[in-house]
């Protein structure tokens, strides 16, 4: 039997009425937190995406998933064992705590996005843990190649600060990275299947003389060229030297951190990273999974809303994952020895750098 969808603002339609508010969310970020929500086709497929502010200022500057895992370390007090009384997890307590929270070093550089979001979440009467999710969600959705991310809503406005010390630093080792995400439930594996966020991410604060200096060379997109260029040999710092938590990276204007140079070699991880070059549906699907379990540690799922159907669906991705001009199989730092190493094309030409983010 076909059921009745809620008309919503603009004849939009959702499964539940409660949902709509949702879509007026949407609207107002996409326009005046997102610029427009145009997450730049031209982005797609260049290492020079710095002209126009690209998706990946805008997903920091919406999301913030560190936040997120900040809130999904609040595991160990689920609502059960805090007497109902506190929604524990992802529950916005890094907006309603930004005091506490925005000050451990893990969170270097989220307090302006916190700070950004507050307004939104408070002007359409929606909770700090719903709206935080919801940014997110559509944040990534602005990427070409990203997958359609679950968003539950729901979430009570209520929330503790955390206590510091539950999100890992790039400098820590990979045991205690594994630690900590093991406190919140993740598997090694699902580490990875998180770090394919940072496909579209820079870094502001590890080297902070080259703010906006990327992860990958293509930080507008939503591909693999993360875990490509994780294993390619090390060469040169793009910034001022060595900093904590950084490690030498294979292109000019590249960073690298040392907990992503890690885990892609590490024998526990490496298969699962270099699974992802070859299979971009997997690592969509995967990374949606693992962002699903985030977004809902320290919650009930069943007494959430599914409002999945606000989320816009992302641009679809046009590249296959390539060698960086200059670039050979011999570069790669082979890893995982269960599977092949995939067949890459190299970009022609001479080596170029990668340019940085620009900030918004
Ligand atoms: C393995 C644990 C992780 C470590 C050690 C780590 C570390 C970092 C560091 C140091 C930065 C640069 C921050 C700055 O200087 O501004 C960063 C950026 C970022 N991270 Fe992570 N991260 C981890 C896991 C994650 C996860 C699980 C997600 C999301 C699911 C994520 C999403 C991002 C994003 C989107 C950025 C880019 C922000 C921007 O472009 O400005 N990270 N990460
Ligand atoms: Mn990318």
């Not at 939009?12 to 929500?37: K, M, P, Y």
């Not at 059960?80 to 907006?95: P, Q, T, V, W, Y």
């Amino acid at each position: 039997m076909p059921t009745k969808r809620a008309t919503c603002s603009k004849g939009r339609t959702s499964a539940h009425a409660s949902c709509c508010v949702w879509f007026d969310v949407l609207d107002d970020i996409q326009e005046n937190l997102f610029d427009g929500g145009e997450c730049g086709e031209e982005v797609h497929e260049s290492l020079r995406v710095s002209s126009s502010p690209n998706v990946t200022r805008r997903f920091k500057h919406t999301y913030s998933s560190h936040s997120t895992m900040l809130l999904a370390f609040h595991r160990p007090f689920s609502p059960r064992e805090s007497s109902g009384k506190c929604g524990l997890g992802a529950d916005g307590s890094i907006m309603a705590h930004s005091d506490v929270e925005t000050l451990f070093p893990a969170n270097n550089g989220i307090d302006d996005i916190v700070d950004r979001q507050r307004p939104f979440a408070i002007a359409h009467k929606v909770s700090f843990g719903d709206f935080i999710q919801f940014a997110g969600a559509v944040g990534v959705s602005n990427c070409p190649g990203a997958p359609s991310l679950e968003f539950l809503a729901g979430r009570l406005n209520v929330s503790i600060a955390s206590p510091p010390g539950l999100v890992p630093d790039p400098f820590d080792p990979v045991d205690k990275i594994i630690d900590r995400f093991a406190d919140a439930g993740f598997s090694p594996n699902e580490i990875v299947d998180l770090l394919a966020s940072h496909t579209i991410a820079a870094q502001d604060h590890v080297d902070p003389t080259i703010p906006g200096t990327p992860f990958d060379s293509t930080p507008g997109t939503f591909d693999a060229q993360f875990f490509v260029e994780t294993l390619l040999v090390g060469q040169t710092f793009p910034g001022n030297g060595s900093n904590q938590g950084e490690v030498v990276s294979p292109l000019a204007g590249e960073f690298r951190l040392q907990s992503d140079f890690a885990i892609a070699r590490d024998p526990r991880m490496a298969c699962e990273w270099q699974s992802f070059i070859a299979n971009h549906n997997t690592m969509t699907t995967k990374f949606r999974a693992a962002m699903s379990k985030m977004a809902t540690l320290g919650q009930i799922r069943g007494l959430l809303t599914d409002c999945s159907d606000v989320i816009p669906v992302p641009p679809t991705l046009t590249t296959k994952p390539f060698l960086p001009a200059g670039k050979t199989l011999k570069d790669v730092q082979v890893a995982c020895h269960a599977s092949p190493f995939p067949v890459l094309t190299a970009q022609p030409g001479p080596a170029t750098s990668v340019a940085p983010v620009p900030p918004s």
